[in-house]
């Protein structure tokens, strides 16, 4: 806490602040959580110290974290290659917050602050791996902030049908905080670093269809979800019940990636549930992986979209492509499932749809997504 922040009431007690340091440390390339709790917290390349870090860029008494007034200061202690938070050298005694990135030369941890009662059951935290930078992402704090005032915005990209009339829009997430960057990669980059990746999601679906709503309310709308979303669907359901309940006229297609349910029975309860809802059922980028033709039999969708991978090229692209193609539209239509060719980027490609039988087209040649501000008028 801030020592310039109010004190609380009198007889009122605040919870008790626990402060960890993690990061990918070992050879194992495991993600460590570390308590910070004796003070001074010394961290360097010596034996006897609160972090001992085995690599010969750190000085062997580096830098070391001092808790002054309820608040965590850090100071650089003259190392070689330098201290720095949140990518800006240490040159006094700096202020941590929950979620600040400290390097300690290329050494990279991330500050993490917990009330007592949110102490997980486990010390370790989920991360996906790539460079350090960015499994540790900068941003946390204006994520939370981001997240609880939603200040994230929406596109509007037209999906055509083979006439040319627009079929509907897909609800594409951009981000609005002015501390952060608009695209929705880096910004589930940082959410899913904090386990926030299916608030964001949430967030981002709802602020669009609110737009849509206010908007152009008679249309129909393709929404996105995170793949964490369906590992709990009845929560997942829950949630769409509460977008249903706000928004109760618009129209919604949920696009769900083919791999979401490797249960079918699961994903025909889930494709029931929604249409008692109102909402139709779109599988997103079919074939970029395995395509799951079982769940395309057994738990049939409204539409199925397929990937960009698929229709790049198709004008050029072998006999082989092009029969497995025709073989997916053959059998859509059988079901009466919508097929929708994402990605059309040229001329070319959007001939060979229309004369292979797609119902439906999406690509930059035909649109792009359109902002809020140009979608409104």
Sequence with gaps: MCAASAKPAKGARSKPRLWFLEGYLDRNRSLRRMPVADFPYRMGRQADLSLTLDSTEISRVHAEILKKRGDLVIRDLGSTNGTFVNHEPVTRE????????????TVELRLVGLDSDQMPSSATTRLG?????????????H??????????????????????EIH?????????????????????????SVGLEIML????????????SQYHPQGTYFVNTHPQETEDPGQFVRTM??????FPNLGMVVELHEGAFADVKALNTLREQLAALDMKLAFDDFGAGRARLVELSDAPPDYIKLDISLVRDLDKASAARRDMVEMMLDF?????????????????????????????????????PQSAEHFAA
Excluded at 129 to 141: D, I
Excluded at 171 to 186: E, F, N, T
Excluded at 201 to 212: I, K, N
């Design 94 to 105: 700096t202020r941590l917050r929950d979620g600040d990135i400290i390097h300690l030369a």
């Design 168 to 192: 509907g829009w897909e609800v594409l997430g951009r981000g609005a905080h002015p501390q952060l960057s608009g695209k929705p990669m880096d910004l589930f980059r940082i959410a899913e």
């Design 201 to 212: 999601s949430s967030v981002f679906r709802r602020v669009g269809v609110a737009l849509a």
């Design 143 to 164: 994520l939370q902030d981001l997240l609880l005032n939603e200040k994230v915005t929406a596109a509007f990209q037209p999906i055509f049908s083979t006439g040319g």
């Design 129 to 141: 791996l790539g460079t350090l930078s960015e499994e540790l992402p900068v941003g946390t704090r």
């Design 241 to 246: 019940e509460t977008l249903r309940g706000e």
């Design 332 to 368: 859509s239509r059988k079901r009466d499932i919508l097929t929708v060719a994402e990605g059309v980027s040229r001329a070319g490609e959007e001939r060979v749809c229309r004369e292979m039988g797609f119902d439906l087209l999406q690509g930059f040649h035909l649109g792009r």
